[in-house]
């Protein structure tokens, strides 16, 4: 990002490149939507990737709304033999969906929360905060009959008092190092190549399984099989964790 200031007339670039200097070396730079956030390192953090050097990738999907596209997705993955991933669910789909979320528990997969209420939670005061995260808890406990620890903002949205309350409350927040920007329908191979392009070992992946997106079980056979024969295993967020200290980058795509 090039920023410019005007001081009488004159653009001071160099005092910005300064001053980013100075807050690099406080904190970690979070740059969304085009404002810059400084985090002490000693505060809870989201986990964007894994840094390590096994060819080891997450497929994450997140679910807030229908009943059409879930199961499709769901079908290419066993027809795949792909027996780990990460669904975020929110707490009002899991409720309204009671069947659905039952086959992705006994395909094994890793099942995180995706909130209740489907708000940018960073606009709430911190007892809202609190209540959001609480109810969807108790909801997707009840649905899958264990406690979640994993959960995806919705909208990815957060801000330093969202990390800090969601760790209080035992949670990590899980976001993505590469968009598949399924959610805009962007057409089957721009998909693919905007996963195949950006995949890395150690990678999160954005998709997901609402009624919203259209060619996600298009695309996800070729992704899965073009990363098989480059040599990837498919492992749930939790497993990749396992691997090493997280990564904490700045993201660049935002869902909606």
């Given at each position: 990002?090039?920023?410019?200031?005007?001081?009488?007339?004159?653009?001071?670039?160099?005092?910005?490149?300064?001053?980013?200097?100075?807050?690099?070396?406080?904190?970690?730079?979070?740059?969304?939507?085009?404002?810059?956030?400084?985090?002490?390192?000693?505060?809870?953090?989201?986990?964007?990737?894994?840094?390590?050097?096994?060819?080891?990738?997450?497929?994450?999907?997140?679910?807030?709304?229908?009943?059409?596209?879930?199961?499709?997705?769901?079908?290419?993955?066993?027809?795949?033999?792909?027996?780990?991933?990460?669904?975020?669910?929110?707490?009002?789909?899991?409720?309204?969906?009671?069947?659905?979320?039952?086959?992705?528990?006994?395909?094994?997969?890793?099942?995180?929360?995706?909130?209740?209420?489907?708000?940018?939670?960073?606009?709430?005061?911190?007892e809202e905060i609190?209540?959001?995260?609480?109810?969807?808890?108790?909801?997707?406990?009840?649905?899958?009959?264990?406690?979640?620890?994993?959960?995806?903002?919705?909208?990815?949205?957060?801000?330093?008092?969202?990390?800090?309350?969601?760790?209080?409350?035992?949670?990590?927040?899980?976001?993505?190092?590469?968009?598949?920007?399924?959610?805009?329908?962007?057409?089957?191979?721009?998909?693919?190549?905007?996963?195949?392009?950006?995949?890395?070992?150690?990678?999160?992946?954005?998709?997901?399984?609402?009624?919203?997106?259209?060619?996600?079980h298009e695309a996800?056979?070729?992704?899965?099989?073009?990363?098989?024969?480059?040599?990837?295993?498919?492992v749930t967020v939790?497993?990749?964790?396992?691997?090493?200290?997280?990564?904490?980058?700045?993201?660049?795509?935002?869902?909606?």
């Amino acid at each position: 990002m090039n920023y410019f200031y005007v001081l009488n007339g004159k653009k001071i670039k160099q005092y910005l490149t300064i001053f980013v200097a100075v807050i690099f070396a406080a904190g970690i730079i979070y740059a969304e939507k085009g404002n810059i956030s400084v985090f002490s390192q000693n505060e809870p953090a989201a986990i964007y990737s894994i840094p390590t050097e096994k060819k080891l990738i997450a497929l994450t999907f997140d679910i807030s709304w229908g009943d059409k596209r879930a199961e499709p997705i769901l079908n290419v993955l066993k027809e795949k033999r792909v027996t780990n991933a990460t669904f975020f669910i929110s707490s009002p789909w899991a409720k309204g969906n009671p069947e659905i979320v039952k086959k992705i528990k006994e395909a094994g997969f890793e099942i995180g929360s995706h909130g209740h209420k489907h708000t940018n939670y960073s606009g709430l005061s911190d007892e809202e905060i609190r209540k959001q995260i609480q109810t969807a808890h108790q909801i997707i406990s009840e649905a899958i009959g264990q406690e979640p620890n994993l959960i995806r903002m919705p909208n990815g949205d957060f801000d330093k008092r969202v990390l800090k309350i969601a760790d209080e409350l035992k949670y990590k927040v899980i976001q993505w190092d590469t968009d598949s920007l399924d959610w805009k329908n962007i057409g089957t191979d721009n998909i693919v190549n905007r996963v195949l392009d950006k995949a890395h070992p150690g990678d999160i992946v954005l998709m997901h399984a609402s009624d919203s997106v259209k060619q996600t079980h298009e695309a996800l056979p070729v992704i899965i099989d073009r990363l098989k024969a480059d040599g990837y295993q498919f492992v749930t967020v939790t497993q990749l964790m396992e691997q090493a200290q997280v990564s904490k980058q700045p993201v660049e795509d935002k869902t909606t």
